[in-house]
T-cell receptor
Framework: DGGITQSPKYLFRKEGQNVTLSCEQN?????MYWYRQDPGQGLRLIYY???????QKGDIAEGYSVSREKKESFPLTVTSAQKNPTAFYLC???????????????FGAGSRLTVL | AQSVTQPDIHITVSEGASLELRCNYS??????LFWYVQSPGQGLQLLLK??????LVQGIKGFEAEFKRSQSSFNLRKPSVHWSDAAEYFC??????????FGAGTTVTVRA
């Protein structure tokens, strides 16, 4: 089945440690996204990538980094510079709708990061 | 930049009753509009989308939404709610920049 795989589902880290969240898709979508979800705040965009080897900052990129070396993969690193990293992280891939500049997103099941 | 407001944080509805979730967007041009649903601890599933054409959009699970440009709204409706519809619902708006902005979500509780 085509879809998006996020791992790990649950992750604990100590303050000051970097951690990398994995996101893999086999939908052959060009675009990939990372969102952060906190209770009562909806989803906030961290980074997105429309093509391989290119990515853009979203609304809350500070303290995060990404890479897009392969079409299928878009890992997110939460660095020690992120002041409040405990959250639910959602990865998505996007398929462009017709000739618009908009993507229809398909989401993974999420990764919950807790900083101890 | 585009933005979305979902005025209702939490709605409780009886099983079999109708449901309407409100969504207002802010964007200068014609927006692309979406409704997603999320079960606890899970990812988001697309219910329906509007890009152009008929302003009444049909989606999965018996949901529909109506785009009203004059009111900058894209409200989601379901005529008869089932217990399995209890979840969190997100409205989202996209533009020609490949970004999608989400509202804060509305949690729906279904009582027997």
């Amino acid at each position: 089945d085509g879809g998006i795989t996020q791992s790990p589902k649950y992750l604990f880290r100590k303050e000051g440690q970097n951690v990398t969240l994995s996101c893999e898709q086999n939908l052959n979508h060009d675009a990939m996204y990372w969102y952060r979800q906190d209770p009562g705040q909806g989803l906030r965009l961290i980074y997105y990538s429309q093509i391989v080897n290119d990515f853009q900052k979203g609304d809350i990129a500070e303290g995060y980094s990404v890479s897009r070396e392969k079409k299928e993969s878009f890992p997110l690193t939460v660095t020690s510079a992120q002041k409040n990293p405990t959250a639910f992280y959602l990865c998505a891939s996007g398929k462009t709708q017709g000739r618009t500049g908009a993507n229809v997103l398909t989401f993974g099941a999420g990764s919950r990061l807790t900083v101890l | 930049a585009q933005s979305v407001t979902q005025p209702d944080i939490h709605i409780t509805v009886s099983e079999g009753a109708s449901l309407e979730l409100r969504c207002n967007y802010s964007y200068g041009a014609t927006p692309y509009l979406f409704w997603y649903v999320q079960s606890p601890g899970q990812g988001l599933q697309l219910l329906l989308k509007y890009f152009s054409g008929d302003t009444l959009v049909q989606g999965i699970k018996g949901f529909e939404a109506e785009f009203k440009r004059s009111q900058s709204s894209f409200n989601l409706r379901k005529p008869s709610v089932h217990w399995s519809d209890a979840a969190e619902y997100f409205c989202a708006v996209g533009a020609d920049d490949y970004k999608l902005s989400f509202g804060a979500g509305t949690t729906v509780t279904v009582r027997a």
